[in-house]
């Protein structure tokens, strides 16, 4: 995060150069009719020395401004966008070191190609405002493009995973047992567990718990299965024994207002994943579910009851390990979740290795695929409910093989229903590229058991003429291809001479 002084000094320098270049005066003109040393009005401009109030008024007379302009944040129409961007609350908070960004590296960029850096910045600034993108937004984003940076895998938060089991002599101690959890945080860190007062809360009835500092008492609300206790109380673990101070104290971020909490609730729950999933353990798993002959949904759903975890925590700590020991670095997260008619689905999160896969969010109010199996597996949850088979997961794999392209994914779904309104399904899903890597890996990827359908991203911008499960006209096709037809129809009347 850069600092507030910095940022001033950045603005301060930001103007001098800018204007200095606008008079068409080199380094050694401003300095001479400012009184000032070469090296003294080259460290101004990068960012590094804010002048004395003296010093300001005889730089700010040698380019033809006032006092005022120089040390306030109005500046020309061509200036501006750069200063909001740097008193922003989004540049004072976000991590730029994280991304291989310095403050220098920021500076140079701004103040050698101010009007083309003004430009793309104005374009900005005008996306976020017309399709009202919040900061969280934009955090969020950056959050994935970090995962992504890192493979999705940590080394760090790995090595202090193993740093706490062996601290805390767990070596054998899987799967975890609440009992175990809430011993660690009692033991530990002197913090006890109520599952009470949550529940007398009507506002919290939903929320499934929050830590309170002064008390050093962490709530959790009934209703919740082993395995999801487990990774809140795994997450209160990792905020305590890395010691993050900045963070969230309920389970999820009510307001996402620093990048930086955003961050540190990520390192918390990857921890927690990490701990509840022994890296060693989990892999020599992956190997032996990968090399049957046949899919296995059971086999699969297998793995959550030895560990004692979710389908969106088994399924994330795939997206960490597959890509460092199995090189599979092709792949996506999503979640999905319907109404309770079946009528519409949405994407809650997703994560995308490598490159941006398709199935991906949109905010086109457009209808998702509905040969999907993520979709598919939520329809086949209700079905069974409703047959009072009584079912509360269901697995379910296809290779998707995206139609016109060649790109196909192994994609292996979890459907459950939600917490807190059974009536709706929430499904998670991972997909693989299918390549020569993966083919190696999964021997079942040939299996008769195994599906392939042909999928699109969204029914609106789908050609696939005998969709039997298509729920909106292909209108974004259709006017693709006008345009299409448009064009060509111009080229034929340039054959005209």
Request: net charge positive; charged share 25%.
């Given at each position: 995060?850069?600092?507030?002084?910095?940022?001033?000094?950045?603005?301060?320098?930001?103007?001098?150069?800018?204007?200095?270049?606008?008079?068409?005066?080199?380094?050694?003109?401003?300095?001479?009719?400012?009184?000032?040393?070469?090296?003294?009005?080259?460290?101004?401009?990068?960012?590094?020395?804010?002048?004395?109030?003296?010093?300001?008024?005889?730089?700010?007379?040698?380019?033809?401004?006032?006092?005022?302009?120089?040390?306030?944040?109005?500046?020309?129409?061509?200036?501006?966008?750069?200063?909001?961007?740097?008193?922003?609350?989004?540049?004072?908070?976000?991590?730029?070191?994280?991304?291989?960004?310095?403050?220098?590296?920021?500076?140079?960029?701004?103040?050698?190609?101010?009007?083309?850096?003004?430009?793309?910045?104005?374009?900005?600034?005008?996306?976020?405002?017309?399709?009202?993108?919040?900061?969280?937004?934009?955090?969020?984003?950056?959050?994935?493009?970090?995962?992504?940076?890192?493979?999705?895998?940590?080394?760090?938060?790995?090595?202090?995973?193993?740093?706490?089991?062996?601290?805390?002599?767990?070596?054998?101690?899987?799967?975890?047992?609440?009992?175990?959890?809430?011993?660690?945080?009692?033991?530990?860190f002197g913090i006890r567990v109520d599952r009470e007062a949550m529940g007398r809360e009507k506002e919290l009835r939903r929320t499934r718990s929050f830590y309170s500092e002064p008390g050093k008492v962490f709530f959790l609300n009934k209703g919740l299965s082993s395995a999801q206790a487990n990774f809140l109380l795994g997450r209160e673990l990792a905020f305590q024994y890395l010691n993050i101070q900045e963070r969230p104290y309920f389970t999820r971020i009510v307001e996402a207002d620093s990048f930086e909490r955003l961050l540190n609730n990520f390192k918390a729950s990857y921890f927690s994943v990490a701990l509840l999933m022994e890296e060693g353990r989990m892999v020599e798993d992956i190997r032996a579910f990968a090399?049957?002959?046949?899919?296995?949904?059971?086999?699969?759903?297998?793995?959550?009851?030895?560990?004692?975890?979710?389908?969106?925590?088994?399924?994330?700590?795939?997206?960490?390990?597959?890509?460092?020991?199995?090189?599979?670095?092709?792949?996506?997260?999503?979640?999905?979740?319907?109404?309770?008619?079946?009528?519409?689905?949405?994407?809650?999160?997703?994560?995308?290795?490598?490159?941006?896969?398709?199935?991906?969010?949109?905010?086109?109010?457009?209808?998702?695929?509905?040969?999907?199996?993520?979709?598919?597996?939520?329809?086949?949850?209700?079905?069974?409910?409703?047959?009072?088979?009584?079912?509360?997961?269901?697995?379910?794999?296809?290779?998707?093989?995206?139609?016109?392209?060649?790109?196909?994914?192994?994609?292996?779904?979890?459907?459950?229903?939600?917490?807190?309104?059974?009536?709706?399904?929430?499904?998670?899903?991972?997909?693989?590229?299918?390549?020569?890597?993966?083919?190696?890996?999964?021997?079942?990827?040939?299996?008769?058991?195994?599906?392939?359908?042909?999928?699109?991203?969204?029914?609106?911008?789908?050609?696939?003429?005998?969709?039997?499960?298509?729920?909106?006209?292909?209108?974004?096709?259709?006017?693709?291809?006008?345009?299409?037809?448009?064009?060509?129809?111009?080229?034929?009347?340039?054959?005209?001479?």
């Amino acid at each position: 995060m850069i600092e507030q002084q910095a940022i001033i000094k950045m603005i301060f320098g930001f103007k001098a150069k800018y204007l200095r270049q606008q008079k068409g005066l080199s380094l050694e003109e401003l300095a001479e009719r400012a009184g000032l040393s070469k090296s003294y009005l080259h460290d101004i401009e990068k960012g590094k020395k804010y002048p004395k109030v003296d010093k300001i008024n005889t730089l700010a007379a040698a380019l033809g401004v006032d006092y005022d302009f120089m040390v306030s944040t109005r500046a020309s129409k061509k200036l501006q966008p750069v200063i909001d961007l740097l008193t922003s609350d989004f540049v004072k908070e976000f991590p730029l070191e994280l991304f291989g960004i310095s403050p220098e590296n920021l500076f140079e960029l701004f103040s050698n190609t101010p009007d083309k850096v003004n430009a793309f910045i104005s374009t900005i600034f005008k996306i976020t405002r017309n399709y009202q993108v919040q900061r969280e937004h934009l955090y969020m984003a950056a959050l994935r493009s970090y995962q992504d940076m890192y493979d999705n895998y940590f080394e760090e938060l790995e090595t202090a995973v193993q740093r706490f089991r062996t601290d805390y002599k767990l070596e054998e101690a899987l799967p975890f047992t609440t009992t175990i959890l809430e011993r660690l945080l009692k033991q530990h860190f002197g913090i006890r567990v109520d599952r009470e007062a949550m529940g007398r809360e009507k506002e919290l009835r939903r929320t499934r718990s929050f830590y309170s500092e002064p008390g050093k008492v962490f709530f959790l609300n009934k209703g919740l299965s082993s395995a999801q206790a487990n990774f809140l109380l795994g997450r209160e673990l990792a905020f305590q024994y890395l010691n993050i101070q900045e963070r969230p104290y309920f389970t999820r971020i009510v307001e996402a207002d620093s990048f930086e909490r955003l961050l540190n609730n990520f390192k918390a729950s990857y921890f927690s994943v990490a701990l509840l999933m022994e890296e060693g353990r989990m892999v020599e798993d992956i190997r032996a579910f990968a090399q049957q002959a046949d899919w296995a949904p059971n086999g699969f759903l297998a793995l959550l009851e030895r560990y004692d975890v979710t389908p969106e925590m088994l399924l994330q700590r795939l997206t960490n390990l597959l890509p460092r020991h199995f090189g599979i670095k092709d792949l996506f997260f999503i979640r999905m979740v319907s109404d309770e008619g079946l009528s519409n689905f949405r994407m809650t999160k997703e994560l995308h290795l490598s490159q941006l896969h398709n199935p991906y969010a949109n905010e086109l109010n457009e209808h998702y695929c509905r040969r999907w199996v993520s979709v598919n597996v939520i329809k086949e949850l209700k079905a069974r409910q409703l047959s009072s088979n009584g079912d509360t997961l269901i697995a379910n794999a296809q290779v998707s093989h995206y139609w016109q392209t060649e790109n196909r994914y192994l994609c292996i779904s979890v459907a459950k229903s939600d917490l807190y309104e059974p009536s709706r399904g929430v499904s998670v899903t991972i997909g693989l590229m299918v390549n020569e890597k993966l083919q190696q890996l999964f021997r079942f990827l040939n299996s008769p058991s195994l599906n392939t359908r042909l999928v699109h991203t969204t029914c609106e911008r789908c050609g696939i003429s005998d969709c039997e499960a298509r729920a909106a006209a292909p209108l974004a096709l259709e006017w693709q291809r006008r345009q299409e037809r448009i064009l060509a129809a111009g080229k034929r009347l340039e054959a005209f001479r």
